[in-house]
């Protein structure tokens, strides 16, 4: 049977809502939406780019607890209430998945809480010989 585990960021949303920053499956890491919030002290920024480098770091931290990193990144979600915002954030989301080219996907809708301006879900594959975290 494949081990299933979940992790957790300390986000208070986590317990409010009900769900994991990330379950572990097997091989496959799935990480949930994950915003621009300072899950330690629960603040966000009021700028976009802010709020992607923070996703990016909250993602990055769930993703070596599984034993993996953005280079098993398959792909990404960006979801953004305004699609004026996305461009800005490429330079910041190149820098991690340039090199890497997972398939991707930009999404316009609502987001959770209206200081949210980017909120990015990742599904990666870890390597054959990760051991969990």
């Not at 379950?23 to 976009?48: E, K, P």
């Not at 996703?55 to 070596?64: F, P, Q």
């Not at 990404?76 to 004026?84: A, F, K, M, N, T």
Request: net charge negative; with cysteine.
């Amino acid at each position: 049977m494949a081990e299933r585990r979940v992790i957790l960021s300390g986000s208070t949303f986590e317990e409010e809502i009900g769900y994991a920053r990330a379950v572990v499956d097997g091989d496959w890491v799935h990480v949930s939406g994950t915003t621009g919030f300072d899950y330690a002290a629960m603040t966000i920024s009021d700028d976009v780019v802010e709020q992607a480098e923070q996703c990016l770091r909250n993602i990055e931290a769930v993703l070596a607890e599984a034993g993996c990193s953005f280079s098993d990144v398959v792909r990404v979600r960006y979801l953004l209430p305004d699609r004026e915002d996305f461009e800005p954030c490429w330079p910041t989301l190149r820098r991690c998945f340039g090199e890497v080219r997972p398939a991707a996907t930009m999404l316009v809708c609502g987001l959770a809480d209206p200081r949210m301006k980017i909120e990015i879900e990742v599904y990666a594959r870890r390597p054959a010989a990760a051991e969990p975290g």
